[in-house]
């Protein structure tokens, strides 16, 4: 058996974990709102058309935020589509992925339905197509309360009150040629501050996320971030970024230490970001919103019907070992904590999601569903700088991979204490041996173990066999020593004991 420490203390923290970085994402793409979190008709939907067992799993994970509507789709939409009398509302050609969207489903009905759900909108606006007056409508008619005309609109359509809506996208993915109206830097630097500039007229208290790049491959990757926000410093609050991991040529070691790859990223990104503050002097710092990311491999090269309606697309079915990547990617979000402030696992249902869902029938919990609900649950506080020293090896793309990785988050109202730990190791055990140097009065109190699965091992609605067992530590409450066993995700809680 290998052996790894990890040595904490109350003192050396990280940065308080922001709750919206276990936020997700629907897109108007495939089965995500059609079929997905909306289905009039379908047994479980309540009087909005909303599915209550969809809704019930997402409360499962406690999700604080959802980024909507898009995603590639936003670059083509006119969000007036989707407000209003619904049979009076157009069905048009969906140009990002080829389908036909009926926009029976809009802004009024995911405000309402995150309203049900226990959710925060984080809406995007459309810098593909159009440009600074349809956003700054949007918020008129989204946030201002009355007596103009798209606040009255609004009203009319039966929102009375505003939706108050604080945190915004400017467009999506605008370096990527893929997308509809892709811009250079100059270019989106420009339309992206004019555009912020309107939106905070209308609304100073919201919140603006710039488009930083779609994946730490774009060939603009650094200098995009420098150029745009060297445009637009004064007007935003945060870089995207986003990031997806495939493991199309089967190299389980390999893909999982991809998530050091994304380290690099969120550090390379903060570096710029700090890079313009220093050259325009600002006390301001910006952040980063790492508003998408997740695996992605399984569906691509699928077929489908060409302008259909909710076709089945991007509906990758989820493996154990996608489970551990995405595990991984969560110890690093919260270990970046100091810089990452929202993150949206993409997507929620359906479409590259922890949720599926047959339509007309079942919904059930995809292998990553398990990781960011633990990580939602218990890693809320404040992460901690913890000292790691575990063994290393390597793999095609990478060098000094940890075969350990973990982090550890505080919360302080509690005393509660969580690691999340995985064991890259395809063969071997890892006892970890943690090292709480200041924590007097801990108890452990349980061991979360997701393990034992055959790598490739999947759920479905018949079977959702592919989930986490706990084991009570009520009997151990001093155990300071866990065993990791071959590739798995663990969950170590410790609880604040009652006799100090
Ligand atoms: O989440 C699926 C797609 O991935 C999004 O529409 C796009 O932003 C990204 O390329």
Known sequence: MKHSKLTLSKDYQIAKVDDRVFGSFIEHLGRAVYGGIYEPGHPAADEHGFRRD?????????????????????????????????????????LAWSTTEPNTFGTNEFMQWCKVCGTAPMMAVNLGTRGPDAARNLVEYCNHEKGTCYSDLRRSHGAEAPHNIKLWCLGNEMDGPWQMGHKSAAEYGRVANET???????????????????????????????????????????????????CSDRDTPNFLAKSCDLEQYIRAAACVCDYVQAKHRRKK???????????????????????????????????????????????????????????????????IAPIMTETGGRAWAQTIFYPYLHASRYGRGTALQGILTTGKHDTKDFTDVGDVDAVAVRNEETGALTVFAVNRD????????????????????????????????????????VRPRSEALTAAPDAREFKLNPLSWNVIRFEKGTDK
């Open 426 to 465: 395809m063969e071997e055990s890892n006892l970890l041996t943690l090292d709480l140097k200041d924590f007097d009065g801990l108890r452990a109190v349980e061991h979360i173990r997701y393990d034992g699965f055959d790598r490739y091992a999947v759920n479905t609605a018949n079977d959702g066999s």
């Open 196 to 246: 912020a500039k309107l939106m905070k007229w209308v609304d100073p208290s919201i919140e603006l996320v710039l488009c930083g790049s779609s994946n730490s491959r774009m060939p603009t990757f650094g200098d995009w971030e420098a150029t745009t926000l060297d445009l637009c410093y004064d007007n935003v609050d945060y870089v995207s970024l986003h990031q997806y991991f495939d």
């Open 54 to 94: 969809v809704m019930d799993l997402i409360r499962q994970i406690g999700v604080p935020v959802v980024r909507y509507p898009g995603g590639n789709f936003v670059s083509g939409y006119n969000w007036e589509d989707g407000v209003g009398p619904v049979e009076m509302r157009p069905r048009r050609l969906e």
């Open 285 to 351: 710092k910006i952040h980063l919103s790492l508003d998408e990311w997740n695996v992605w491999y399984h569906s691509h090269g699928a077929d489908f019907e060409k302008w259909s309606e909710a076709p089945h697309i991007l509906e990758d079915v989820y493996n154990f070992e996608d489970a551990l990547v995405v595990g991984l990617m969560l110890i690093t979000i919260l270990r970046c904590s100091d810089r990452v402030k929202i993150a949206c696992l993409a997507q929620l249902v359906n479409v």
